[in-house]
């Protein structure tokens, strides 16, 4: 496989952003936090805790920054063992997760040797398998080392509406080989859009335009246009720059697949896993599968 510039554009990330969405996806009821449970099927942190209760050995496989391997230390039991891994961040998560004592993280590659870290009675693997150069080799790599009985938990983009895809993939082609100061440049352009179009405060009405793949609702604009058009994220709870750096998450990284539902069943079936919850929304695929 030719080289990517895909763990260039996570390092400069985590690296200019180590704490990025780190106290925003911990506080409870925020934006970030109830998108995290939600779409995994939990209404609230007491459900997470319950749910959690009985998971001795957890993983969080593509950890980044640790802000969701924090978020799982904090409603396991307390002798819960938790591991995070990534291939670019690992030094930036123990960095920022280096008070929790029931934590380790490790520098490991999704599609290499996990043989070492043991098996796992919960594997939390979101917004990362589509950033690998073989999705489904490293989801089936990972249900290597989950224990009989455990479950795993995964979330990757969704092929989206046809103008949405067409103008990602060209905005990302664009700044594919622009070095991270310059990529920003370019998402600051984007995030002041985004902020914009998020303070009209206008709702659009619009009928099923089945061609474009636009169901019919009434939507806030900035999402609609963030739902159809382009990529244009934006929180009011963070700052402008880690606005940008999030849009930057979108269009820089080069390894970047998108699914279907039918194919990410098709994996969990593949795998011998029996489905305990999937979760479909305007941008991704959220499924939890139980190893029999």
């Not at 099927?41 to 997470?48: K, T, V």
């Not at 659009?204 to 636009?214: M, S």
């Not at 998108?258 to 479909?280: P, Q, Y």
Request: charged residues 25%.
């Amino acid at each position: 496989m030719t080289d990517t510039n895909t763990a260039q554009s996570f390092s400069d990330k985590w690296n200019n952003n180590p704490n990025l969405a780190f106290e925003e996806t911990l506080r409870e009821g925020s934006e970030i936090f109830n998108w995290i449970l939600n779409r995994n099927g939990f209404a609230d942190g007491n459900e997470l805790r319950s749910f959690l209760a009985t998971k001795k050995h957890i993983l969080d496989a593509g950890c980044g920054n640790g802000r969701v391997t924090a978020l799982l230390q904090r409603y396991a039991p307390s002798e819960s063992e938790l591991t995070g891994i990534d291939l670019v961040s690992a030094d930036v998560a123990t960095e920022n997760l280096k008070n929790l004592s029931n934590v380790s993280v490790h520098q490991k590659d999704l599609l290499g040797d996990l043989s070492d870290l043991g098996s796992f009675d919960f594997i939390y693997s979101q917004e990362v398998l589509h950033h690998t150069k073989n999705p489904v080799g490293a989801f089936n790599n990972l249900v290597s080392i989950l224990a009989n009985g455990g479950e795993i938990a995964i979330y990757v983009y969704k092929i989206k509406a046809p103008i949405r895809e067409y103008t990602d993939d060209y905005i990302r082609n664009a700044i594919i080989d622009l070095p991270y100061d310059k990529a920003m440049d370019v998402c600051r352009k984007i995030t002041e859009l985004s902020k914009t179009l998020s303070e009209l405060q206008i709702k659009v009405k619009t009928p099923a335009i089945e061609v474009l793949d636009i169901p019919e609702g009434e939507y806030d604009i900035q999402r609609f246009i963030y739902h159809f058009f382009m990529k244009c994220f934006w929180n009011n709870n963070l700052s402008f720059e880690e606005n940008a750096a999030i849009n930057y998450d979108w269009y820089h990284p080069q390894d970047c697949s998108r699914h279907s539902l039918e194919e990410i069943r098709k994996w969990f079936k593949d795998a011998g896993l029996k489905i305990t919850h999937e979760f479909v929304d305007f941008y991704g695929i959220t499924m939890r599968g139980i190893k029999a």
